[in-house]
């Protein structure tokens, strides 16, 4: 008997919506592939875990059939439980940056609320294309279109994407101050006005890495009393601001789990130029750099390490409205998130050790009607957090000094993961100044 085997074929069933190429795209064991015996229970369990990575499965598993000891050849049974496609949501968000600027600093204000409608399809056609609309009002009203076509050859290693995005603003940042957003609002007029239309293109050559660009044109409008009575560098070209922003970027990720790894790594590269010569409106450039590495230590221990750098690529004063650092989605350090640290350069370092609590799958049976539901796996995991950074502002003012400063912040903290890739995150964290506080993160990966 031969140490090896040749995957003869490879089916796939309880798939409804998705196409079976989707699929079969997504594994790294394929017909006519030979494999050692000694290691086809793990490469199975791996082929599993990027089937979960997809979103589109609840559950999945995939069986040998037809083992013929003589010629060494299997069969790859391929079965899996679609999840829900559709998500509409009803809009009540906050329009802060996150949920403890809006408690903490706006006192739960509901006049910084956004409502309306957002409807995502992750699965639209079967081949994993995702579309999202969004119709919102409240302090910021929205309207958005975006469609991602991840393959669109028979080699499935090219896609296209599209976005269009419309909003307006009766109150905005025009300003930071000790290194806090400062806010003005009007309800009589529009004080910023933003259109964004934009396509791009992806390339995926290998299963695990991707390159792609994106090319979107910009268009941001401001009432005179903006530049005139609030911050006369607000924009540097008067009252509109008109520029074409390209972006290109590179993203290898080998980790597990995605949503939320145990194992594996994952490096993501990208230089975006804001102003290519058609309109003198903007000039800015930046080149990004993140590398994430994690390790299982043990059956519960885990390790989480990240780094990421930003680097500006033109070094001239920029507007206020474009000038972006530390404070903003992931970008931020822990027990800092009250703070807005703006620089034309930043880096920052951050390790987290994660220790799984509880791991168990809820089964709701009928009282659930949507069957995808039904069984909600739920892992808790506690978490000792440790956090560095810098801001590099080469304009610095003494109204801001957390700029140009060594930050550190860190805590404990608990992360709530459901179905596979939704986290939920509560965290004390305390930072350098000595000031401390509960904190909210999570992300639903749409």
Do not use: C
Not at 114 to 120: E, H, I, K, S
Not at 135 to 143: C, I, M, V
Not at 160 to 169: A, D, G, K, M, R
Not at 301 to 320: A, H, M, N, Y
């Amino acid at each position: 008997q031969s140490d090896f085997v040749t995957i003869r074929e490879v089916s796939v069933s309880g798939n409804k919506k998705t196409k079976e190429h989707i699929v079969v795209r997504e594994l790294d064991m394929l017909p006519g592939d030979t494999i050692h015996l000694q290691g086809l229970t793990s490469r199975i369990d791996f082929n599993q875990t990027l089937l979960m990575n997809t979103g589109l499965f609840n559950s999945d598993r995939i069986n040998v059939k037809n083992w013929n000891t003589e010629n060494g050849t299997i069969d790859l049974a391929v079965e899996v439980k679609e999840f829900w496609f559709i998500y509409p949501f009803p809009i009540l968000e906050l329009s802060d940056r996150n949920f403890n600027e809006w408690w903490q600093t706006y006192n739960a204000s509901l006049n910084r609320l956004n409502l309306g409608l957002r409807f995502y399809h992750i699965n639209l056609t079967g081949r994993r294309d995702q579309l999202k609309l969004v119709t919102q009002f409240g302090f910021t009203r929205k309207y958005e279109l975006g469609y991602n076509l991840p393959a669109i050859n028979k080699k499935q290693t090219i896609g296209i994407f599209i976005n269009v995005l419309y909003t307006q603003n009766k109150e905005l940042a025009y300003g930071v101050v000790n290194d806090t957003f400062q806010f003005f609002r009007n309800e009589e007029v529009q004080l910023l006005q933003r259109i964004r239309g934009g396509l791009g293109i992806s390339y995926r050559p290998l299963l695990f890495a991707q390159f792609g660009a994106s090319l979107d044109f910009h268009q941001n409008i401001i009432d005179e009393s903006v530049a005139t009575e609030l911050n006369p560098r607000f924009f540097t070209s008067g009252l509109r601001q008109r520029f074409y922003a390209l972006r290109v970027y590179f993203n290898l990720d080998k980790r597990d789990k995605r949503p939320y790894a145990l194992n594996g790594f994952q490096i993501q590269a990208a230089i975006e130029k804001n102003g290519l010569g058609i309109f003198d409106d903007l000039n800015t450039g930046n080149f990004q750099l993140t590398a994430k590495k994690y390790q299982e230590l043990s059956s519960n221990w885990s390790v989480e390490l990240i780094g990421k750098t930003k680097i500006g690529l033109v070094r001239d004063d920029q507007p206020f409205y474009n000038y972006i650092g530390l404070g903003f989605e992931n970008d931020f350090i822990r027990g800092y998130e009250l703070y807005v640290i703006n620089g034309l350069d930043f880096a920052y370092a951050k390790t987290r050790l994660r220790f799984e609590l509880f791991n168990y799958q809820f089964t709701w049976g009928k009282v659930m009607p949507i069957k995808a539901f039904r069984a909600m796996p739920v892992r808790w995991y506690l978490t000792f957090n440790n956090d560095v950074g810098f801001v590099n502002d080469p304009f610095f003012n003494t109204d801001n000094t957390l700029r140009n400063e060594l930050l550190w912040g860190g805590g404990v903290g608990l992360d709530i993961v459901v179905f596979y890739d939704k986290v939920f995150q509560v965290e004390y964290s305390v930072n350098r100044l000595g000031e401390g506080g509960i904190f909210l993160h999570w992300e639903l990966n749409f």
